[in-house]
């Protein structure tokens, strides 16, 4: 790709004594990456290197490691990261937290719906290609319709619509997906999702919180989830007689 970074490389790996891998987060990006892009006599422009899902990684203090790492450097060097994660609170605090060099942070739901519909009806498509006979568009449309701005919605019911070589009847599948029924909760189609929220309420109550910051946390959820529109924060205080301050703090790894 850039046959004079490759060179400036390959020099450094030739002087390093240690393997790559032995050495620690911030000294890999600075010997692998920052020298050997500054000494590299030309380097193409408009380079970005893609992050994806870093919120899957199991070590937290990695993570907090590579983002302070980039956070220190990447203004620095002639490309730019790209990270995609989902809001935990760990990866979320640190991108938010005033930085000499402040990210550019793009939220999913922040996104046009219009926007976010093409993608996913465009994902759909890709996804259950392949399929004889097709499966009507305005069936693929109405689904789009009901993955909103969630692709990990979209992604659950592609899987479950055509899992893999098994055999089933896709179309009665897709039927299933549509409809909308007091058992829908229960059937496998859900599974996924189901243990998607499992993980990430897990996630949010986890073991270092007081037990009144989790009964908090469980009446504020109670409440947003039984209201019947969008809450603010100061409806939320005033129906649980919280400050403020508290409900953001319960909200907040619920994000």
């Not at 850039?2 to 000294?27: A, G, M, W």
């Not at 019947?228 to 409900?247: A, F, H, Y």
Request: hydrophobic share 45%.
């Amino acid at each position: 790709y850039s046959p004079s970074f490759r060179s400036s490389l390959c020099k450094v790996l030739s002087r390093e004594q240690q393997q790559p891998t032995e050495l620690n987060i911030p000294t890999q990006l600075k010997r692998l990456l920052g020298e050997p892009l500054k000494a590299a006599k030309a380097f193409p422009v408009d380079v970005v290197i893609v992050i994806d899902a870093m919120d899957e990684c199991q070590d937290s203090s990695l993570v907090q490691l590579l983002l302070d790492a980039l956070l220190e450097s990447a203004a620095s060097l002639p490309l730019k990261f790209f990270i995609t994660s989902r809001p935990e609170f760990r990866i979320r605090d640190k991108m938010l937290a005033q930085h000499r060099d402040m990210p550019s942070i793009l939220h999913l739901h922040d996104i046009e719906q219009s926007i976010v519909e093409a993608d996913i009806y465009k994902y759909l498509l890709d996804t259950l290609d392949n399929i004889s006979p097709p499966l009507p568009l305005a069936d693929i449309q109405l689904l789009t319709k009901h993955a909103g701005k969630l692709f990990i919605y979209a992604a659950t019911a592609a899987q479950y619509i055509k899992p893999g070589p098994w055999p089933v009847d896709h179309h009665q599948r897709l039927k299933v997906m549509l409809l909308i029924s007091a058992t829908a909760s229960t059937s496998v189609q859900y599974k996924k999702l189901d243990m998607l929220y499992r993980n990430i309420l897990e996630a949010a109550f986890h073991e270092e919180l007081e037990k009144e910051e989790k009964e908090t946390m469980k009446l504020v959820l109670q409440t947003v989830l039984c209201a019947m529109e969008p809450l603010s924060v100061q409806t939320i205080g005033s129906l649980l007689g919280l400050p403020d301050k508290s409900v953001e703090i319960a909200l907040e790894p619920l994000r």
